[in-house]
């Protein structure tokens, strides 16, 4: 089974902190993303990274950095933290361009910004 | 004009029902379709992945395209508690670009 690991499932941090919320996927997948969760704005994608030290920004990139020095590994970056980042945070993975569109997510971070 | 509209829900029927989730697109170039399923506080899991128009049957799920109408459907058969969660539709265009995701129509099953 695929398996998509995230840091931790719930975070609380002050304004203008920096936040560095970290993604582990096992299965030796190409493309890797970070999304938000709000209610009401459903799914949004913040960046995504078709391989190694590769990113694209995704819809709402305002406010995130991201990085990938390895293949497994997606790192999203709050550089300075901020209320309306309060949110669930969803990392997925997905093959490549065999199966597009398959995702793997994993369960998530909460962050509070408070 | 977003580009996959969800049935919005909250929908909510009895053990044994038959659901109907359903998303309808504006971008043809959508060639891959997806229906994800969400429980409370965890990540989406991928429960249907079909490619183009016509059917395909897992168990109690059924996954419907229709592309001349631009229209997709998850139905539920004998419908369970268990089934109780948002379910997400999402497509992709064949060129292996990013998913668009629908808001998510959240589904409860009563005993």
């Known amino acids: 089974d695929v398996k998509v690991t995230q840091s931790s499932r719930y975070l609380v941090k002050r304004t203008g902190e920096k936040v560095f919320l970290e993604c582990v996927q096992d299965?030796?997948?190409?493309?890797m993303f970070w999304y938000r969760q709000d209610p009401g704005l459903g799914l949004r994608l913040i960046y995504f990274?078709?391989?190694?030290?590769?990113?694209e920004k995704g819809d709402i990139p305002e406010g995130y950095s991201v990085s990938r020095e390895k293949k497994e590994r997606f790192s999203l970056i709050l550089e300075s933290a901020s209320t309306n980042q309060t949110s669930m945070y969803l990392c997925?993975?997905?093959?490549?361009?065999?199966?597009?569109?398959?995702?793997?997510f994993g369960p998530g971070t909460r962050l509070t910004v408070t | 004009q977003k580009e996959v509209e969800q049935d919005p829900g909250p929908l909510s029927v009895p053990e044994g029902a038959i659901v109907s989730l359903n998303c309808t697109y504006s971008?043809?170039?959508?060639?891959?379709f997806m229906w994800y399923r969400q429980y409370s506080r965890k990540g989406p899991e991928l429960l249907m992945y079909?490619?183009?128009?016509g059917n395909k049957e897992d168990g109690r799920f059924t996954a419907q395209v229709d592309k001349s109408s631009k229209y997709i459907s998850l139905f539920i058969r004998d419908s369970q508690p268990s089934d109780s969660a948002t379910y997400l539709c999402?497509?992709?265009?064949?060129?292996?670009?990013?998913?668009?995701f629908g808001d998510g129509t959240t589904l409860t099953v009563k005993p």
């Open positions: 971008n043809s170039a959508f060639q891959y």
């Open positions: 990274s078709y391989d190694v030290k590769m990113k």
């Open positions: 997925a993975s997905s093959l490549g361009r065999e199966l597009p569109g398959e995702q793997y």
């Open positions: 079909t490619y183009s128009s």
């Open positions: 299965m030796d997948h190409e493309n």
């Open positions: 999402a497509m992709i265009p064949t060129n292996a670009g990013k998913s668009t």
